[in-house]
Nanobody, 121 residues
């Protein structure tokens, strides 16, 4: 599975942004897709995940209610809709594919290259 994240940019605090993750590979639909982020000087942090069918999602409390994850398997796309953005959301965001319903980055086998989100206060 090959993944490519896009959609990052500069946004003001309180604003919205949607990230996209384009996937290729025959077995894409079999994988759980997760989003992670890494701010400068900090460890990679789990942000959201979605099951292969797009029917089950999980987001941590830090982003729940502000972020939404969805996927369109026909288009091989996964989206992370972010709203009410805060300065602490500034990070490089990565999408990843894995076989386990897990929040740990080590559970994900394939990673995209990352897209930078900068939230100005």
């Amino acid at each position: 599975v090959q993944l490519q994240a896009s959609g990052g940019g500069l946004v003001q605090a309180g604003g919205s942004l949607t990230l996209s993750c384009a996937a290729s590979g025959r077995t894409y639909n079999n994988y759980i897709i997760g989003w992670f982020r890494q701010a400068p000087g900090k460890e990679r942090e789990f942000v959201a995940r979605i099951n292969w069918g797009g029917t089950v999602t999980y987001l941590p409390n830090s982003v729940k209610g502000r972020f939404t994850i969805s996927r369109d398997n026909a288009k091989r796309m996964v989206y992370l809709q972010m709203s009410n953005l805060k300065s602490e959301d500034t990070a490089v965001y990565y999408c990843a594919a894995g076989s386990q319903w897990n929040s740990m980055s080590s559970a994900y086998e394939y990673w995209g290259q990352g897209t930078l989100v900068t939230v100005s206060s």
